[in-house]
């Protein structure tokens, strides 16, 4: 275990449904000296009002000076050992350089998007990259490019689940069972190369089809199956009342897992995810997991898996032995990246 005398200074956002939160409640429990520097409090989101959205750009470029004045001044006056970042997508590269030069602070970064993608990341969040003594990716995938951006050290450590939030739960009365049932559940955003995954459901009518999340009713042939959003215990309802539980990767960030990768099993659902290497590293194919490759091959193992309860059953208690029993929290995430940090402090200080 690393040493509890370490001072850890975390940046993310505190939703409670975003790892920031996660990381802040695994050092609560783990009990670190911490400090929390919440980006929600910073950057709101305007809502869908124009004037609000015309508002906020207008003012983007001083809430971001705000910000990363705060940061400075917390790191200044915490001296903390380790800065703990989540993805830091609204920390500009000289704040990191000079929190390292007022301290012997060890800068990590949680990267939780592809840092190259300009749809999901910055040119601050590729630019700081060699800032960072640990830059650790959920995509292993990008450890070449990270290496050539000048990473200092790149590790692959993949995302999680929370307990607290994903647990199994199912509908408990006749009015949530009519609200949350279905044979297959899609719980995402609608990426433009997904569609082509869920259109096959317009001729499948034995087949009920739920999705949640943004944007799928932009697509008028699948604004039928469009159910909204599902946040917290909507979520695992909306997981627990499903046969199959399909868990898409987003190609656009390389991603060869996800959250839903763990969420999914955690709460006891039967997960039915895209082949990636790292699913097959993750889980047992055929036995923890059903993996597909095609919109056919979905189609063909849901038709199966919806025949063969207990087959499905089996492999959905496997998969949730496998995630709870198998470090993948978030508290097992911050053990870990706080005693990759140690061998950094053994060294400054030899």
Same mark, same amino acid.
């Given at each position: +275990? ?6 850890? /200074? ?11 939160? !996660?990381?802040?409640?695994?050092? $609560? ?50 001296? &903390?050992?380790?800065?703990l970042v989540v993805k830091g997508a609204y ?21 939780? $998007?592809?840092? !190259? ?6 040119? $601050? ?40 939030? @994903? ?22 955003? #609608? ?12 001729? /499948? ?14 697509? &008028? ?7 909204? !959003? ?36 955690? #709460? ?20 923890? +997991?059903? #993996? ?5 091959? +979905? ?28 470090? @993948? ?11 990759m940090t140690d061998s950094f402090r053994r060294?400054?200080?030899?």
């Open positions: +275990m690393s040493d509890r005398r370490t001072r850890v /200074l975390l940046v993310g956002n505190g939703g409670f449904f975003h790892i920031g939160a !996660f990381f802040r409640r695994a050092l $609560d429990k783990l009990g670190y000296e911490h400090q929390f520097v919440d980006e929600e409090g910073y950057f709101k989101n305007p809502g869908d009002s124009f004037m609000r959205k015309v508002l906020s750009r207008l003012t983007r470029f001083l809430t971001y000076k705000r910000f990363n004045q705060a940061l400075v001044k917390v790191a200044i006056s915490f001296r &903390p050992h380790v800065l920390i500009h590269p000289e704040v990191l350089a000079e929190i390292k030069s007022e301290s012997k602070t060890i800068l990590v970064n949680y990267a939780t $998007d592809d840092p !190259f993608n300009p749809t999901s990341s910055n040119r $601050d969040v590729a630019a700081a990259i060699p800032y960072y003594d640990l830059y650790l990716s959920t995509k292993r995938s990008i450890l070449p490019d990270l290496k050539r951006a000048r990473a200092r050290k790149a590790v692959w450590l993949p995302f999680g689940y929370e307990p607290a939030i @994903h647990f199994p739960e199912r509908p408990n009365s006749p009015e949530e069972t009519a609200r949350w049932a279905s044979d297959v559940v899609f719980v995402g955003g #609608c990426d433009r190369d997904r569609v082509h995954f869920f259109t096959p459901f317009l001729n /499948l009518p034995d087949i009920k089809l739920k999705l949640y999340g943004g944007y799928w009713d932009r697509y &008028p042939e699948l604004r039928p199956f469009w159910q909204g !959003f599902a946040l917290g215990r909507d979520y695992r309802l909306a997981l627990g009342g499903s046969k199959v539980a399909v868990g898409l990767v987003r190609q656009a960030n390389r991603d060869g897992s996800v959250m839903r990768t763990f969420e999914i099993p955690a #709460c006891g659902a039967f997960l039915l995810a895209e082949r990636t290497e790292e699913h097959l590293d993750l889980f047992e194919e055929g036995k923890e +997991m059903v #993996c597909f490759s095609s919109p056919e091959e +979905m189609v063909d193992k849901i038709r199966y898996y919806l025949k063969h309860n207990e087959e499905r059953q089996r492999i959905t208690e496997a998969g949730y032995r496998r995630v709870t029993t198998g470090k @993948h929290t978030y508290h097992d995430r911050v053990v870990k990246i706080l005693k060294i400054e200080n030899a």
